[in-house]
């Protein structure tokens, strides 16, 4: 069941990725040679509409593969000779097609988990959606000593605006880094500002508020809409607070995921978690790896990396400020770099996931 359920959530995750891309090229007349889900030897595939759609055997990655992309060309199966690049090229295109081209990409993915968290927020039976709002203080707790009281709504920390009272636990677990906490709150409709500090907590190992929230939300079909975005506005935050994380030396080797530990750490643990509460348990978890994972992959792809979304559009940005482009043979160079750099990089988080798993 791991396996399977692994499989289909990065299969959508995937999908949901080259779709993008896929839709806008054929949009902008861009020729799309493959379009393939996982990676290695191929399954199965067919040929419709001058595009193979393949299946690959490791069920990993993808991609939409456009003629003229980095040199890929047609191959003449009769005589084994690739084809002179037709009109519907991707270096052919107009540089703002190409822009739109790939930006899709990610822009899908940000689409899915969007639709994923309509999906989560309608089913209140299962999952908890919570104002930032204080049902209780604690008493002689750092925001009881800051005056807070029970039905404050917490509109900020440290200038951080709030919309789910998880955002309050992200920013304690993540964000914080010692000090004074600036809170703007709302109490009888009147905005109000106050100074608090952390206390730490023995027990949880960790600095704590001293607030407690046990209401729950149940959004009408109009504010589904509201709260859908919230919680994928959520998972961006937490996204970024990672990456800010990673960037600060916080994390370490034991904390990177690839695959394998996503699919044995995350998949399989949260299946066995839930299993025991219903089917709707565990769909609701699965979505919310999907729209953690689709969130995770349309900002990463937005890095201006080498070999990524955003690598490639910051070239496509410089050929409009140019009014020309790189020269092919530089930036495919560059890409190539960063292809191997991921490629070695997949490697090292492989075997830290087998080190993690049985060690």
Not at 6 to 25: P, T
Request: proline share 4%.
């Amino acid at each position: 069941m791991t396996l399977i359920l692994f499989v289909l959530i990065f299969g959508v995750v995937v999908i949901a990725h080259e779709f993008g891309h896929f839709i806008i090229a054929k949009a902008n007349g861009i020729k799309v040679l493959e379009f393939f889900v996982g990676m290695g030897p191929t399954l199965f595939s067919f040929t419709k509409g001058g595009t193979k759609y393949s299946l690959k055997l490791f069920p990993i990655g993808g991609a939409c593969m456009f003629e003229g992309e980095d040199g890929v060309q047609e191959k003449d199966e009769a005589t084994g000779e690739y084809k002179e690049l037709s009109s519907g090229a991707f270096n052919k295109a107009g540089v703002w097609s190409r822009i739109a081209t790939v930006f899709a990409g990610p822009f899908f993915n940000f689409i899915l988990a969007f639709l994923v968290s309509l999906i989560m927020v309608n089913m209140t039976d299962v999952i908890a959606i919570r104002d930032p709002v204080l049902s209780e203080v604690v008493e002689d707790g750092a925001a009881a000593e800051a005056g807070l009281m029970p039905g404050d709504m917490i509109l900020s920390l440290n200038g951080r605006k709030l919309k789910l009272y998880q955002e309050i636990t992200l920013f304690m677990q993540v964000t914080y880094q010692g000090g004074d906490v600036e809170v703007v709150y709302r109490r009888d409709g009147e905005v109000h500002q106050t100074t608090l500090t952390p206390q730490y907590d023995e027990e949880y190992g960790r600095y704590m508020l001293g607030v407690v929230n046990s209401e729950f939300v149940t959004p009408t079909r109009l504010q589904s809409f509201k709260y859908a975005w919230y919680e994928m506005r959520f998972s961006v935050k937490a996204t970024f607070e990672s990456l800010g994380m990673l960037v600060r030396g916080k994390v370490t080797r034991n904390d990177v995921a690839g695959p394998v530990g996503i699919a044995v750490n995350v998949v399989g643990k949260t299946y066995e978690e839930t299993k025991d509460y219903g089917w709707r348990s565990v769909l609701v978890s699965m979505l919310n790896i999907v729209l953690m994972l689709s969130v995770n992959l349309g900002i990463l792809n937005l890095l201006p990396l080498p070999a990524l979304d955003g690598g490639r559009l910051v070239f496509l940005l410089i050929e409009v400020i140019r009014g020309k482009p790189i020269p092919p043979e530089k930036e495919g160079l560059v890409h190539f770099v960063g292809l191997m750099f991921f490629m070695a990089l997949m490697v090292f988080v492989f075997f830290n996931d087998l080190r993690n798993i049985f060690l």
